[in-house]
Each structure stands twice: as structure tokens, then as C-alpha cells.
């Protein structure tokens, strides 16, 4: 499995960006995927996830403002990101655990399939 995240840039306090992670491979199928954001000098943690049934798991400080989805058809998991935050400054990855059914799972992990990040900077 491959995957491929795209969409970072630099935006003021308060804008919105679309993030697009790409899979290829059988996995997309049958694999949850998840988000990630690693700030500077802190640990990657999870930040949102959606299973194959679209049953989505969100960190509380995104809560309200991050929604992810998939397009099964093109085989690419969006983050919309709304009212950012200069705490929401970070690379942006996403990645996967082969067969794992639970988002809630999967951003709970440290899953072993990852993508290249994108970065995300918010000024204030």
C-alpha cells in the first residue's frame, strides 16, 4: 500500500484548508485510514480517522472543526480543516494498519503504513 498526503500550506488564524491523502492499493478496501499531525519537538499523535464504513474518530481539540471523509471511487481519505488554530501548526500524515476495521483504533496506534506528511502552518 501507498500512501500520499497533499493539500498543506500557510494560512492565517481562523482559515480552512482540504487535506487529500491518495491510497493505492487493495488496502483502501477493507482498511481504516488515518491522520496524524507531528508538531515541531512534539510526539506525532493522532488527530482523525474513518473506517471502511465511515464511522470517523476525531482527537477533542478538532472536534467541530476537522471533518474527514472518503471518496471509495477515487480512493482518497479528505481532512477538512476549519477555524485553524496556531496549535494546529504541524506535518500532516496519514497512514494505515492493513485490515484494521476500527477508527477508533487506528488513532489510537501507532499504525505501520505511512505516507509522506504535508506541512500545515497557521499564524497568528
Known amino acids: 500500500v501507498q500512501l500520499q498526503a497533499s493539500g498543506g500550506g500557510l494560512v492565517q488564524t481562523g482559515g480552512s484548508l482540504r487535506l487529500s491523502c491518495t491510497v493505492s492499493?487493495?488496502?483502501?478496501?477493507?482498511?481504516?485510514i488515518g491522520w496524524y499531525r507531528q508538531a515541531p519537538e512534539k510526539e506525532r499523535e493522532g488527530i482523525s480517522c474513518?473506517?471502511?464504513?465511515?464511522?470517523?474518530s476525531y482527537r477533542d481539540s478538532v472536534k467541530g472543526r476537522f471533518t474527514v471523509s472518503r471518496d471509495t471511487a477515487k480512493n482518497i481519505v479528505y481532512l477538512e480543516m476549519n477555524n485553524l488554530r496556531p496549535e494546529d501548526t504541524g506535518v500532516y500524515y496519514c497512514?494505515?494498519?492493513?485490515?484494521?476495521?476500527?477508527?477508533?483504533?487506528?488513532?489510537?496506534?501507532?499504525?505501520?503504513?505511512w505516507g509522506m506528511g504535508t506541512q500545515v502552518t497557521v499564524s497568528s
Open positions: 474513518i473506517s471502511t464504513s465511515a464511522f470517523t
Open positions: 492499493g487493495r488496502s483502501f478496501g477493507y482498511s481504516s
Open positions: 497512514a494505515t494498519d492493513l485490515g484494521q476495521a476500527s477508527s477508533y483504533a487506528l488513532c489510537h496506534s501507532r499504525p505501520t503504513e
